[in-house]
């Protein structure tokens, strides 16, 4: 009887511990994220200070972008810059803070914000929709938007290898091309 108890105890001992483990396991993840968006929230803090930069701020929002003008307008430019219902041509390339370039030399036309009786409206991130209604045409500026108004707490993307992590602060090299609906 002894050694059926005690078996059956050794038994149920190894179940909690394996079910310990993998509760564990489970909760790497989201210490692995948790991390990753902190040092992300870090990144933007530290260009927040940095004087090359200036801010974007929404009216609704706590959070703001964040640019350094590469080039600025071509001399003798006028500065046409679109609305926010204005469709816009861009070119960009897009890296995460630690360097890795995940798109580079797209060239996009599209609505800053668009939408049409009961549709879905077309639009890009928040943080993209502010730094494009701020630039002019023939301007390349590097942006920084902070995961709040970027893609979120969410994975975005189909495959891994070209995926964006949730919580990713996004750096754009954007030069804005034209507005042809100018």
Known sequence: MKSTLKGLFLSF??????????ACDQNAPDEAKSEYRVKNEK????ISADAAYRELAFDFSPYAVYYKVIQGLPEGSKAQRPLQNSQVEYKYTLKLISGEVLETDEIV?????RQEGNQRPESMIRGMQLALQHMSVG????????????YGAYTYGGSSSSSIPAFSTLIFEVSLLSIPTL
Do not use: N, R
Request: glycine share 6%; net charge negative.
């Open 109 to 113: 036309k599209s609505w800053i914000y």
């Open 139 to 150: 301007e390349t500026w590097e942006v920084v938007i902070p995961w709040q108004l970027g």
């Open 13 to 22: 001992s190894l179940i909690l511990s394996l079910g310990l483990l993998t």
């Open 43 to 46: 990144y933007v803090e530290d």
